[in-house]
């Protein structure tokens, strides 16, 4: 018999043993019990109903939520420049709470995150060297930005009719348009990877979220503060 003839050949017994493979059915020959389910294990263990986990939430939400309200009503209303009897003390005093809160914020994160689990996926060398670079980049955006701006000028200086001569488009401004929020959320993501800590991730984002929605309400009404003093200057 030839080799063609051979390969033609197929003995009955032999179709009958043949597995064919199922593309669609393939997961019933899988063997879970050798999967390594610790990434599904570490988010189960999280606890979003401690007491750290929403005293943290909380104050993420609220820190923006605070100088956004506050600042809005000194420009309607002058009052704390009337208290204080300066606009600049006014606005010192209000960037002296707004400093804080913001530890505060950063110590119930801390706190929340070592109350619960560390992460085995995340508890690695070159994921702690990835969370020292994070923070790294993100002390430079802080401290940047700061520099930049002044302390009246980062700390909501435009509501209380202290403005800036020209809009900040140097570094880091050139690179992020709000380099002081984006810094910051890496400077927490880059304390909980080397915390290895999935609750610090979570937290995280929802700093991050509420940054988002804080720009959004912050961006336009600082756009229109600047506008109303360019119409006052052409009046004049």
Known sequence: MSEAAAARYQDPGEEKSAVPLDCCGGLNNVD????????????LKLNFQGSSFCVAVASIIFNPFFWNVVARWEHRTRSLSKLFGSRYLACYCLGFVI???????????????????????MDRTDVFYAGVGLMVLGTVLVVSSFLALGFTGTFLGDYFGILMDEKVTGFPFNITENPMYWGSTANYTGLAL???????????????????VAIRFEGPFTELIYQERSQRRKRE
Do not use: C
Not at 35 to 41: A, G
Not at 199 to 204: D, E, K, S
């Open 32 to 43: 879970f019990s050798k999967m390594d389910l610790m990434l599904i294990e570490g988010l």
């Open 194 to 212: 080397i915390g290895a800590s999935p609750v610090g991730l979570v937290l995280t984002a929802i700093v991050a979220v509420v940054y988002k």
């Open 99 to 121: 400093i804080l809160l913001n530890v505060y914020r950063s110590h119930s994160m801390t706190v929340a995150m070592k109350a619960q689990a560390k992460w085995e996926v």
